[in-house]
């Protein structure tokens, strides 16, 4: 997740092996990103996830480089929520970012059987039941964070074209696009809904507070190697952002939940990262 503050990168003196030093939460116990180790997960039936208005087209959107990465906020319209699943209650959209490494191999923040993918989607929800988004960040059940991996293929996804033709506007650091009539959220991700672990964290990003329901989709979303590419063009404040992932965070004592009907999709999705691996390694 990308968080409120600019005193922060992911190199050097601002790197995450510093981020500790001023921002305590970022050395806690219940840190994000993590890797997920299929054989160590434990089988849960969840509710069915409930996903209202991702089908509506977004009536007025910004797109902003904040300088980590690209974040698209709903400024006009009815907003898209999602509940079910492992949730109390109801959580309404805030945001969406997304992480991405310097090349293919490298760039989500969660791993797969310590398997990195070249791209990884955040949609950032809040709860409803408090007031604001400021708010609900200070409660351990206050966000949850749908994340979506990316797989590299030779084909452009039709579906991120328009995401796309905005995304080039937005290159230069504070950059801001300002979209009327915008694709619905549905556009973005799989249409699987079952599929998924989820596991409770935090922020990736300084104040690294750990106040996020994590739930982590299987089914990876495709996206054409030069659709990837155009997301390292982006400039941050000292060049091109050409990688904004986190390291992997200590499990310590926290149990990743697998939705039981996940079950008949593991040896896939097993299979997927051992060819995966094979191709590249």
């Not at 929520?81 to 209650?89: C, N, T, V, W, Y």
């Not at 149990?255 to 999709?265: A, H, L």
Request: net charge negative; with cysteine; charged share 20%.
């Amino acid at each position: 997740f990308s968080g409120y503050t600019q005193d922060f990168g992911y190199d050097g003196s601002l790197g995450p092996v510093f981020w500790g030093k001023k921002f305590q939460n970022c050395i806690g116990k219940h840190q994000s990103p993590i890797d997920i180790e299929i054989n160590n997960v434990k089988v849960k039936k969840f509710p069915t996830l409930k996903f209202e208005n991702f089908d509506v087209p977004l009536e007025k959107v910004t797109l902003k480089n904040n300088g980590h990465t690209v974040v698209l906020t709903v400024a006009e319209g009815q907003l898209p929520s999602i509940s079910g699943g492992p949730l109390e209650g109801k959580y309404l959209f805030a945001q969406l970012h997304f992480h991405w490494g310097k090349n293919d191999l490298e760039g989500s923040e969660n791993l797969i059987n310590n398997h990195s993918f070249p791209l990884e989607l955040h949609m950032v929800f809040y709860k409803n039941d408090y007031t604001d988004f400021g708010h609900a960040a200070n409660h351990s059940d206050g966000l949850t964070v749908l994340s979506y991996l990316f797989e590299a293929v030779d084909s452009e996804n039709h579906r991120y074209d328009k995401f796309e033709e905005e995304l080039v506007k937005v290159q230069n650091l504070g950059a801001i696009a300002e979209i009327h009539d915008f694709v619905p959220l549905h556009e973005f991700i799989t249409d699987d809904k079952d599929n998924y672990f989820t596991y409770i964290g935090s922020l990736t990003t300084p104040p690294c507070s750990e106040v996020v329901i994590w739930i982590e989709f299987r089914n990876t979303v495709p996206l054409s190697h030069d659709q990837i590419q155009t997301f390292r063009q982006l400039s941050g404040s000292h060049g091109k952002l050409e990688h904004n992932f986190r390291p992997i965070q200590p499990l310590y004592d926290r149990i990743i939940y697998m939705n039981s009907s996940s079950c008949t999709s593991i040896t896939k999705i097993t299979l997927l990262v051992a060819v995966v691996g094979l191709l590249y390694f």
